[in-house]
């Protein structure tokens, strides 16, 4: 018996929203310590990475370790269907072939629950090596979807270089070429609105505007966004969820290619 | 006046001309491609995806119970032997704690095995082929009695130099008997199980219970 509870519906709602364009289909992953997803897009190219902590949620019964693959987009018409105060219970018998949410609204005035048909998906794991990062960018979370949404008019690509003084995307397309620098803030008053830059060595990587679009989907989850950076490994995109976890996004660089 | 007209058309021309050989500069640096990479470059895909305990378990006990749906009797050949009449030899390797074969009878309540048993012993020539076993607290039976051609019936007794065991398997909702190898058995051994019958009773009429 897996049994989930979640009094903040619109939450699990805001990470569907973060995925769903990036993956067609995921297999989550429930055990005693919470919830794992972990997929690749299509192309091989980006890589989501969730882990939500049983402790997050505000009721956590998982006696079995299982999986239930999902379509997303299927899971999305499920919460297209839940209020926004609404509480969401996820629940699966061991061994089940369908998942039933349901949702509560506010006052328990109304109740309605939705069963999906699981899939059998043959996902391939990934393993992730910890590693050192030269960079580690912190800053707030809307100003890097704004940052990324106006260059990805003129590229097709970001070159984020990371320097002791700040941070710079640029990028270069057919009607030329955009720049924005961060500077690292001096004033920490507002932690969620400044931009802290751990550095060890100076690092420039080029990435796809496209998926870097996509992370940027995950920006209702967090104030904030941790970019690392090491050369020749994939960035990673981090969110944290309030009091619930952490979705990551991987992202493996562009390099030129060797003209010899 | 239309010498100012051409005039303006061969600039304008010209300058048409400028604009489109400096796209071709600007595209110039394009030529060094910047294809991306993988993610399976980086991080290398975990081939064995780790399972629980319990989830080999299950594994396990599925596929013996696809076995046993399935009747599989591979592996075994049915010989006559000087003394002992029909057993069963190894015509494969047995892995230690594989299946083998089935028991496989009529599964009936210890009432009816009374009453089997009572019929039974009215004829001498009629084998001992009850499997009395206990499960959920009740003891059961399957009688094998029936010339049915299935080799489970017909392997031999050995107390001293088994290499089968029984288990107790649950499938559909009944409770099914499989023998299992004790230890590595190679192609041409006679297979063997502990009938574990030892009462005085039995012993008088089978003295060969007792090896």
Redesign the interface.
Same mark, same amino acid.
């Given at each position: 018996m897996f049994e989930a509870r979640l009094v903040n519906s619109a939450t699990f709602k805001k990470i569907l929203d973060a995925i769903k364009d990036l993956l067609d289909q995921a297999s989550f992953d429930c055990s005693e310590s919470g919830i794992q997803l972990q997929a690749?897009d299509n192309?091989?190219? *980006? +890589?989501v990475s969730l882990n939500l902590k049983s402790d997050g949620f505000d009721k956590y019964r998982c006696d079995? *370790?299982l999986t239930m693959g999902m379509n997303l987009a299927s899971l999305s018409k499920v919460f297209r269907c839940s209020g926004s105060d609404d509480t969401v219970t996820i629940k699966a018998q061991d061994d089940a072939d369908t998942v039933t949410f349901m949702f509560e609204s506010k006052k328990q005035e109304k109740i309605s629950d939705y069963e999906m048909k699981l899939m059998n998906l043959d996902q391939?794991?990934?393993? =992730?090596?910890e590693t050192e990062f030269s960079c580690i960018i912190k800053m707030p979370s809307a100003e890097f979807a704004r940052i990324v949404r106006d260059l990805s008019q003129f590229g097709e690509?970001i070159v984020i270089s990371c320097t002791k003084e700040g941070v710079k995307f640029s990028t270069?397309g057919?009607i030329g070429t955009g720049n924005v620098k961060l500077a690292q803030t001096n004033n920490f008053d507002k932690e969620e609105e400044s931009v802290i830059i751990d550095m060890q060595e100076p690092v420039s990587l080029?990435f796809?505007c496209q998926y870097l679009n996509l992370f940027t989907k995950a920006t209702p989850l967090s104030n904030q966004v941790t970019l690392s950076m090491c050369d020749?490994?994939?960035l990673v995109v981090e969110y944290q969820i309030p009091d619930l976890g952490h979705l990551c996004y991987? +992202?493996?660089?562009? =390099?030129?290619?060797d003209?010899n | 006046m239309s010498v100012e007209i051409t005039n303006f058309l061969y600039y304008s021309i010209k300058s048409s001309r400028k604009t489109s050989s400096r796209q071709l500069i600007m595209k110039a640096p394009k030529n060094v491609r910047k294809t991306n990479h993988q993610l399976t470059e980086y991080f290398s895909v975990r081939k064995s995806v780790r399972r629980t305990k319990k989830q080999v378990l299950r594994e396990q006990q599925r596929h013996l119970e696809d076995l046993i749906i399935n009747e599989v009797e591979d592996g075994l050949e049915c010989r006559y032997t000087e003394g002992k009449g029909r057993g069963v030899f190894a015509t494969k390797d047995f892995e230690k704690g594989s299946f083998v074969v089935e028991y496989s009878g009529d599964f009936i309540s210890l009432l009816e095995a009374n009453v089997r048993e009572e019929e039974y012993s009215q004829n001498e020539s009629t084998g001992c082929y009850m499997y009395y076993f206990r499960y959920n607290d009740q003891t059961f039976c399957i009688d094998a009695t029936r010339e049915s051609g299935k080799m489970g019936r017909l392997i031999n007794h050995s107390r001293t130099n088994s290499n089968l065991y029984t288990k107790t398997l649950l499938v559909e909702g009944l409770p099914r008997l499989v023998l299992l190898a004790k230890e590595n058995i190679k192609r041409g051994q006679e297979l063997l199980y502990d009938y574990g019958d030892r009462s005085r009773e039995s012993l008088k009429h089978h003295p060969w219970l007792k090896y």
């Open positions: 690749m192309s091989h190219v *980006s +890589l079995r *370790s391939e794991h990934l393993g =992730i090596p690509s270069q057919d080029t796809a020749n490994v994939p991987y +992202l493996a660089p562009k =390099i030129e290619e003209e | -």
